[in-house]
């Protein structure tokens, strides 16, 4: 099912200054955009096959706001991309593991992605992700 992790997702409050620090690695910025439904700014970097996601919030009853109010700055979620989210959805549900998206939904880059509780996950938040 899982073809690989598509990125690790890092909640932040300012997207400006946390990518100073990836900078000062070499990595570049590839890209930023505005994910309405999150109600999330993104900023992607790559590490090799791998991305990570800075998570900015746009409004202050965002996930990602609540996130931060409640711990602070840091890893988020890790996205694993599957060939069809759907069907990767379906077969979770019937092996009893608890999702938060039941359907998937439009996230970053076109993609279609979900996430599954961290109760089913030993407390990790897990999003499912496939490319447009």
Known sequence: MLKKVNHIGIAVRSIEEAKRFYELLG??????????????????????????????????????????????????????????????????????????DRKPRRGAHNTLIAFIHPKSTNGVLVELCQEG
């Open 27 to 100: 990595a570049e910025v590839e890209g930023e955009e505005v994910v309405e439904e999150q109600k999330v700014r993104v900023a992607f970097i790559s590490v090799g096959e791998t991305r990570i996601e800075l998570l900015e919030p746009t409004s202050e009853d965002s996930p990602v706001a609540k996130f931060l109010a409640k711990r602070g700055e840091g890893i988020h979620h890790i996205a694993f991309e599957v060939d069809d989210v759907e069907e990767a959805l379906r077969l979770l549900e019937e092996k009893g593991v608890q999702l938060i």
